[in-house]
């Protein structure tokens, strides 16, 4: 996150796809999303505890200038250097989260999209 850009992912073409009927054409374009882009952010909250050098994100959101929100979740450990942060995107009623893991060490980050429970959702459950 720099400048207001959250780069790495392209944040409402993911949410956009979690929307398609076609389940293997989301798939495909959620994962491009997920592996590239670049998100330009309106807002962002957070609220932290911290303790013993660990900060835990009680509440926290991400405002897309699109409009969509993203909730955020997880941590970060200061003195170990060590990010263990997750975004989901909206999803339907009674769907299991979308959303990618954000990981490892401030300068060498790692995206790991969590959507594979979502799709199998979407097979059995066209919007």
Do not use: C, H, K, Q
Request: hydrophobic share 50%; charged share 25%.
């Amino acid at each position: 996150l720099r400048d207001g850009v959250l780069r790495g992912l392209d944040a409402p073409v993911a949410a956009a796809a979690l929307g398609w009927e076609d389940v293997n054409a989301a798939e495909g374009a959620l994962r491009r999303a997920l592996a590239g882009g670049a998100t330009a952010l309106s807002e962002g909250r957070l609220a932290l505890a911290l303790e013993a050098g660990r900060a835990r994100v009680t509440e926290g959101s991400l405002r897309a200038e699109t409009g969509l929100e993203l909730r955020v979740d997880g941590g970060f450990a200061m003195a170990e250097d060590a990010v263990a942060l997750r975004l989901d995107w909206p999803v339907p009623p009674g769907a299991p989260p979308a959303g990618v893991d954000i990981l490892g060490p401030v300068l060498d980050l790692e995206l790991r999209p969590d959507i594979n429970a979502f799709l199998e959702w979407r097979a059995a459950t066209p919007p």
